[in-house]
């Protein structure tokens, strides 16, 4: 039995609530299928996934696998059950570059997309890639990180979206580059919803 094997012993996960796990380990992150916690003394995380999506460690695992280790996604480090273990990725998502006024620029834009399309030329569907599942290093590379759902067979139009958003938008001079959460909220909610939609310019 590993490390990681052992202090899983310890994490006690109902529904998407924790409530057990070893004090060494500091919960840094949250999502719709799993929890993330930071290992400690070395770069890395632990993402362990609630009681009902524990398959989707297998999922993840053969999917970063396929992605080989390339640079615009974390490191893959290993899998067991329930649980994956990644490359600790410091820095900020692009949901946190405009809370607080971060400018997201073209570049970065285009990093995303040479990410996605590196997934597609691997037999992927990249989906499910939103403002919280990119990430801007404290380095000013770019990641996209949660690719749980890459194999999934329907079109996921996430990041076309944000794309039109981008151009249409926020690459405007006068736009402005910085929201408060509560607006952030808004516009989410509303976008899943279905109130907004967004067009490509001709």
């Not at 992150?29 to 995380?45: I, Y």
């Not at 971060?102 to 399309?117: F, W």
Request: net charge neutral; charged share 25%; with cysteine.
């Amino acid at each position: 039995m590993n490390d990681i094997e052992k202090m899983m012993i310890h994490i006690k996960i109902e529904g998407t609530r924790v409530v057990q796990k070893p004090d060494e380990l500091t919960i840094i992150g949250r999502g719709r299928s799993a929890v993330v916690f930071k290992l400690p003394s070395e770069p890395k995380v632990l993402k362990v996934f609630y009681p009902e999506f524990v398959h989707l460690s297998r999922v993840e695992a053969s999917i970063y696998q396929e992605l080989s280790n390339n640079e615009d996604y974390p490191i893959f480090y290993e899998e067991g059950e329930g649980y994956v273990v990644l490359e600790y990725l410091e820095g900020l998502t692009f949901y946190e570059c405009l809370i607080q006024g971060i400018v997201i620029t073209k570049e970065m834009i285009e990093n995303v997309d040479q990410a996605l399309n590196y997934a597609r030329k691997n037999g992927l569907n990249p989906s499910d890639t939103h403002l919280q599942n990119i990430m801007l290093l404290s380095n000013g590379e770019v990641r996209v990180i949660d690719v749980v759902r890459f194999r999934q067979s329907k079109i996921c139009t996430h990041w076309e979206d944000l794309k039109v958003a981008y151009d249409s938008l926020y690459s405007s001079r006068f736009f402005p580059k910085k929201y408060p959460v509560w607006f952030m909220e808004m516009i989410i909610w509303l976008y899943r919803k279905g109130f907004i939609r967004l067009k490509k310019r001709k």
